[in-house]
């Protein structure tokens, strides 16, 4: 993707740290064109507890020491914590969006905003990544 470029690009989807947004565009323009971040927001408990349930992993919630308990959380990470910064702000216009949202009212909301796709995959197929979680096997409390 960064050899080709993003001259064909309307739209960027990453996950990766914050430095990629500001290194590739750091003057916050693309093509001339002032630069625009949307994020999705999440409750943390709830992106921890999910990316939990996508490993596998549990969290030692019986855990004697802060030291076990933390080692737990940690190997639930699937990517670094750095994935966002309030750094961003100063070169961009960063809009949060609802994380639940994002395969229903988010699309529709930026088919308004957004070119047509040029080539278009049918039927689309959506495939999900994480299996459901069972809430009341987590320890967290989290409702979410």
């Not at 630069?35 to 549990?58: A, I, T, Y």
């Not at 030692?60 to 020491?65: H, L, S, V």
């Not at 699937?78 to 949202?101: G, M, N, P, T």
């Amino acid at each position: 993707m960064k050899k080709i470029g993003f001259e064909e690009c309307d739209y960027i989807s990453v996950e990766t740290n914050w430095q990629f947004w500001t290194r590739s565009f750091g003057n916050g323009t693309f093509h001339g064109l002032k630069m625009e971040l949307h994020v999705p927001c999440r409750n943390r408990l709830d992106h921890l507890m999910s990316q939990c349930n996508f490993r596998g992993k549990k969290i030692a919630c019986d855990a004697k020491t802060d030291e076990e308990l933390f080692n737990s959380v940690k190997k639930c990470y699937i990517f670094l914590l750095d994935r966002y910064s309030h750094h961003l702000q100063e070169h961009f216009d960063v809009k949060c969006f609802d994380f639940k949202k994002q395969f229903t009212d988010y699309p529709e909301y930026m088919s308004g905003i957004l070119q047509k796709r040029r080539f278009q995959s049918t039927p689309y197929v959506k495939r999900e990544t994480n299996a459901p979680r069972n809430q009341t096997n987590e320890c967290m409390g989290c409702n979410c």
